[in-house]
């Protein structure tokens, strides 16, 4: 969508819009459409997540200046070899941190859905024993959530830098 003028003012505008829409009000919707089962939880996730990935993607690649695309061009490099050899190397590592820092709006998200239509998950569990006022036991998975959440960000930062070795020299 950043490289392509065609895609910008095709899918531009409907992004932005539907990034402004907040996606728990749209939750009964999702429900509605696609039942009470996982389908609607990940549509939540995906609806809540996706179009702020998608943004920052977008200005991510018009970041990139002018020239590098100036000299594929140069160099007979047709679109997709602009897209995959200059754009994809110098935008995919700053994509995966928007990533990985939206994680919690994804556990919020899952949160939230199973709340509302789960029987079981750390979520349900969690708004179960809220009912009662358990804090003995609503503590424990709150402090359970973090722990994965914290690992799977420890685990994908480690793998970024692994990957994108030469970013942090």
Same mark, same amino acid.
């Given at each position: 969508?950043? !490289? ?10 409907? =992004?932005?819009?539907?990034?402004? &829409?907040?996606?728990?009000?749209? !939750?009964?919707? $999702?429900? /509605?459409?696609?039942? $009470?089962?996982? +389908?609607?939880?990940?549509? !939540?996730?995906? &609806? ?8 920052? +993607? ?28 200059? =754009? ?9 941190? +928007? &990533? ?36 003995? +036991? /609503?503590?424990?998975? =709150?402090?359970?959530?973090? !722990? ?7 685990? $994908?930062?480690?793998? /970024? ?9």
């Amino acid at each position: 969508m950043g !490289l392509f003028p065609v895609f910008d003012h095709l899918l531009y505008r409907f =992004v932005l819009f539907f990034d402004k &829409i907040p996606a728990l009000a749209l !939750l009964p919707i $999702l429900f /509605i459409v696609f039942g $009470l089962g996982e +389908t609607a939880k990940i549509a !939540l996730i995906v &609806i809540g997540v996706a179009p702020t990935i998608i943004l920052d +993607t977008y200005l991510r690649v018009k970041e990139i200046p002018n020239e590098h695309l100036t000299k594929g061009m140069t160099l007979r490099a047709n679109s997709q070899e602009i897209v995959y050899k200059i =754009v994809l190397p110098q935008i995919m590592p700053k994509v995966l941190d +928007t &990533i990985r820092l939206n994680f919690k709006a994804v556990i919020l998200f899952l949160i939230a859905g199973e709340a509302l239509a789960a029987e079981a998950g750390l979520g349900y569990r969690i708004f179960v024993v809220r009912r009662y006022m358990d804090m003995a +036991t /609503i503590i424990p998975y =709150v402090l359970w959530i973090s !722990l994965l959440a914290f690992l799977i960000d420890y685990f $994908l930062r480690k793998w /970024i830098q692994k990957k994108y070795v030469w970013l942090h020299q």
